[in-house]
């Protein structure tokens, strides 16, 4: 992992990037194919934070933009996700190791999963991004009442959260009842999360050579229930979590 250079943060959801902002102190917007990117400074650390929008195909525009016109030199993405493993639960931190596109299926031509004319279904993210992303999350997860804050704790019943590191799934759909997400467990059972934008970053990245990661908080269970206060919990959970994690990794960078 360098530990110079420019950081391109995304998020999908505006309350996330938000967050994000506030701890900018000399952010300039600059609209790039539709979007608006922020150019600033975090400790010191050249970063442009952006809202890729929702689902795969505009998550890879983002990340196209941010390292043909801005020059990124890695890419964070953060932002929630629906639990999939057991043991996964609400409140919980996932940091990739590998991506894939659950809804990647170009059978018989190539088998389920596989992305065609790449020979793999799975885009490994960089380890020593990702390393140093988790140790980030175990620091914003090691006391939630000071990152979350007692109201948000109690609300949505965090006392211990853990940080999990494996395989997350992407898909262009909103995973929402307990018949998909046995689905999805059934097919690919070391998937610990599933959410709508990492594989598409993921594959952009793996094609320019440059190091990515992401971490995700767990908002639901991929469920009949994981509609249910899912604003409230981005804005009182994810978004706390994202700015404390980044905070943390841009602090020992």
Known sequence: MKTHGRTGIVAAMQQELSAVLARLPDEQRQRVAGRDFWVGHWHGHE????????????????????????????????GTA????????????????????HDMDASPLFPRFEVPLYGQSRFAVDAGLSQALAQAARSAVAAPMVTLGADAVAEFGLGAPRVHQG????????VATSAESAALRAALPDALAVEMEGAA?????????????????????????????????????????????????????
Do not use: N, W
Request: hydrophobic share 55%; with cysteine.
């Open 167 to 174: 395989l997350i799934v992407s898909g262009d759909r909103f």
């Open 47 to 78: 970063v442009v934070a952006v809202l890729s929008r929702v689902g795969k195909v505009a998550a890879a525009t983002t990340a196209a933009a941010l390292i043909e016109r801005f020059g990124v030199d890695r890419i964070v993405f953060t």
């Open 201 to 253: 970053v993921a594959q952009v990245c793996h094609d320019y050579g440059l190091p990515f990661a992401a971490v995700r908080t767990v908002s639901d269970r991929a469920d009949d229930a994981a509609h249910v206060d899912f604003m409230r919990f981005i804005d009182q959970v994810a978004s706390r979590y994202s700015a404390a994690i980044l905070e943390h990794y841009f602090e020992t960078l």
């Open 82 to 101: 629906g639990g999939l493993a057991e043991g996964v639960r609400v409140g919980d931190l996932v940091v990739a190791d590998a991506f894939m596109q």
